[in-house]
């Protein structure tokens, strides 16, 4: 295992923060695989799980078992880490700028266009590897700012990867994945094996996430190039470790378990992953999510918990108004607007007018829901 230490800019004298990448095989190998933990740096389960990960690629390198590349990140956002009001953790947002550690990545496929205009052919392979080419080169020059610097670092790392894995986690929740819709059929191996019962696709979730950064260039570009074939080369997924809460050693241990038989199933470590355990449930479009919302101010109640299948008109919880002292006035019931798995809810249990309490996965597209992806939510 190669260590790096990336240093990030001081953002004030006396202060500095750095970047810890770990390097498994051989540089330049493929497949090459990317992963990162607690990009949202209050997500701590990822933390964990790929630690045990890193214990586990530790000993396939010993025994020379790792046949591609591998580069891990095991803390993703060292400036988030260290964001704390009061004694609470505040790792999704710089605070200098409000602007979320998980959005605002650099939209990369102009640029590369411009780079390969002329330069393709009818090579699936040879297209790839002048887009990955291109691709780095558009993050030759680095900005200056400490939070720009790290997006532009961790992006840097990933994007001539085949895979990459953000490893993230919800408020109260199972495990889910977001992968792009170009990737589906074909990205089924990754749910499968992690065993999860959610997976939501969207070629374009809104506000340029981290994993869409890597895997949307490709499918942005093979619509701009329509004469050439371009595959969509980059299996990026963002991996929702359950709840904020869901840190135990056993789930972990469980996780690192898959996602290291899921590298294996993809090439980059040599062994028998076993039989692949079947999808629990096909994958549902994004704009499918209906969010249920409180329309008032009280105290939640939920009388369904994460992973439950819902009916249109079940009852998920009650909205108790503390202030009113008729018994009826004062509560109002939440109910699914659709069919579908309640996947997430909020963890807190005091609601805002209009918060989202809950979201329920559905089959179709929502109307309502066309222009307002998931993440922006």
Not at 11 to 27: D, I, K, N, S, Y
Not at 138 to 160: C, F, N
Not at 218 to 243: Q, S, Y
Not at 366 to 376: M, Y
């Amino acid at each position: 295992m190669q260590v790096d230490y990336i240093e990030l800019p001081v953002p004030a004298p006396g202060t500095q923060r750095t970047l810890q990448v770990l390097r498994f095989g051989t540089p330049g190998a493929r497949p090459k695989a990317y992963l990162q933990a607690a990009l949202h740096a209050d997500e701590i389960p990822g933390l964990l799980v790929q630690h045990k990960l890193v214990q586990k690629l530790q000993v396939a390198e010993r025994d020379a078992l790792i046949t591609g590349e591998i580069v891990v990140v095991p803390v993703a956002n060292p400036i988030g880490s260290d964001q704390h009001l009061l004694g609470m953790h505040q790792g999704r947002y710089e605070q200098a700028s409000g602007i979320n550690f998980n959005r605002a990545y650099p939209e990369l496929s102009d640029g590369i266009a411009e780079r390969v205009s002329g330069r393709l052919g009818d090579d699936t392979q040879a297209n790839t590897v002048a887009i990955r080419a291109a691709a780095l080169d558009s993050l030759r020059e680095a900005p200056q700012s400490e939070d720009a610097v790290l997006k532009h670092t961790v992006l840097q790392l990933a994007i001539d990867a085949d895979i990459v894995l953000d490893l993230h986690c919800d408020l109260e929740a199972v495990l889910h994945v977001y992968l792009g819709t170009p990737l589906w059929p074909a990205a089924q191996d990754l749910p499968a094996q992690l065993g999860a019962p959610v997976t939501l696709l969207a070629s374009v979730s809104g506000g340029n996430p981290f994993d869409e950064a890597c895997s949307g260039l490709w499918w942005a570009l093979a619509e701009r190039f329509p004469h050439h074939p371009i595959e969509p080369a980059c299996l990026a997924a963002t991996v929702e470790l359950r709840g904020e809460r869901d840190v135990h050693e056993d789930l972990a241990d469980d996780d690192a378990r898959n996602l290291y038989r899921f590298l294996q199933r993809r090439g980059l470590i040599a062994g028998d992953a076993g039989t692949l355990p079947a999808l629990l449930d096909s994958a549902k479009p994004l704009d499918g999510v209906a969010m249920v919302r409180s329309p008032r101010a009280g105290v939640v109640s939920y009388t369904v918990d994460p992973g439950a299948q819902v009916s249109s008109g079940d009852l998920l919880a009650v909205v108790n108004d503390p202030l009113q002292h008729d018994a009826q006035a004062a509560r109002v019931e939440i109910r699914s607007p659709i069919d579908g798995l309640l996947f997430a809810r909020r963890s807190d249990r005091l609601a805002r007018p209009g918060q989202t309490l809950c979201r329920v996965a559905g089959d179709e597209s929502l109307p309502e829901r066309a222009g307002k992806p998931l993440l922006s939510d």
